[in-house]
T-cell receptor, first 109, second 118 residues
Framework: QQPVQSPQAVILREGEDAVINCSSS?????VHWYRQKHGEAPVFLMI?????EQKGHEKISASFNEKKQQSSLYLTASQLSYSGTYFC??????????FGAGTTVTVRA | GAVVSQHPSWVICKSGTSVKIECRSL??????MFWYRQFPKQSLMLMAT?????????EQGVEKDKFLINHASLTLSTLTVTSAHPEDSSFYIC??????????????FGPGTRLLVL
């Protein structure tokens, strides 16, 4: 079952912050975050494992609340290069990822 | 990160023909690869899981006889769209699973193949 992402879209000015949420109705083993630019394949940002969180990738970080079966991606001091569609992929311990519908982020100068 | 390649990046074909797409993991071995399809402005939909040396596992609603998957080696999986029709036109993306730190399993995507069936 697909996780639910929110918001669907967000428009930011350079330097502003944003949060993207991802929630699942199933227990999660890990959550994966990707960014996809128009016409390109998704690029891996980070993975969050059960019981912990990982940060990595410019000023983008994420958290994973396994009890709530939720993950959030934080875009801090956004840059123009942050524009794209962000997908969360959830893994319920069978290594197959189910992707949310995506959140389109537009960063304007 | 790990590198996954796909070939071809673009293909245009006539209705009724078959198209073969290759997915290679360039700097790691992947016992499992995944094939996704993405329609414009939509999410990635998993089609099948490709396992090296065994049959692929297809998701519900995906015709195994239409989308033939072969995972002949630890670095190569192929997807063949047989008797392609215009409704098969889509962006096909493969991913390969790489063992990361702490036992995490990261999926790295190939650049994708755009298929247009006329």
């Amino acid at each position: 079952q697909q996780p639910v992402q929110s918001p669907q879209a967000v428009i930011l000015r350079e330097g502003e912050d944003a949060v993207i949420n991802c929630s699942s109705s199933k227990a999660l083993y890990s959550v994966h975050w990707y960014r996809q630019k128009h016409g390109e394949a998704p690029v891996f940002l980070m993975i969050l494992l059960k019981g912990g969180e990982q940060k990595g990738h410019e000023k983008i970080s994420a958290s994973f609340n396994e009890k709530k079966q939720q993950s959030s991606l934080y875009l801090t001091a956004s840059q123009l290069s942050y524009s794209g569609t962000y997908f969360c992929g959830t893994d319920s311990d069978d290594y197959k990822l189910s992707f949310g519908a995506g959140t389109t982020v537009t960063v304007r100068a | 990160g790990a590198v996954v390649s796909q070939h071809p990046s673009w293909v245009i074909c006539k209705s009724g023909t078959s198209v073969k797409i290759e997915c290679r993991s360039l700097d790691f071995q992947a016992t499992t690869m995944f094939w996704y399809r993405q329609f414009p402005k939509q999410s990635l939909m998993l089609m099948a899981t490709s396992n090296e040396g065994s049959k692929a596992t297809y998701e519900q609603g995906v015709e195994k006889d239409k989308f033939l998957i072969n995972h002949a080696s630890l670095t190569l999986s192929t997807l063949t769209v047989t008797s392609a029709h215009p409704e098969d036109s889509s962006f096909y993306i493969c991913s390969a699973r790489s063992l990361g730190t702490g036992g995490s399993q990261t999926q790295y995507f190939g650049p994708g193949t755009r298929l247009l069936v006329l």
